[in-house]
Structure formats: C-alpha cells, structure tokens
C-alpha cells in the first residue's frame, strides 16, 4: 500500500460498498468523502488543541 492509496482509502471503501469504480466517473465521489473525512479530523485537532 502506498502513502497515497492510505490517504485515499475512506473514500475508496466508500466507493466499493456502492459498488462504483473509484478509478473511473466515481473519483469525485472519492474526493467528497475524503475532504469530509480529513476536516471533521483536522477540525477535531484544531478543538482538542485549541480549546
């Protein structure tokens, strides 16, 4: 596994349960739920660290 299919794996496994092809069309889908998984992480450091 390489760091960039670690970094891309929520929205993959996204993709595979809705049995799309993340390589293909889907990779916008892909996108959206990796940019919505890594803010609710980064916004979650931001308040343990911050606050």
Excluded: Q
Aim: hydrophobic content about 60%; some cysteine; charged content about 15%.
């Amino acid at each position: 596994m390489t760091i960039s299919d670690a970094i891309l794996w929520p929205g993959t496994k996204v993709c595979e349960h809705f049995g799309v092809d993340p390589e293909g069309e889907a990779a916008l889908i892909r996108w959206m739920v990796n940019t919505l998984v890594y803010l609710v992480v980064a916004l979650l450091v931001v308040w343990i660290f911050v606050v």
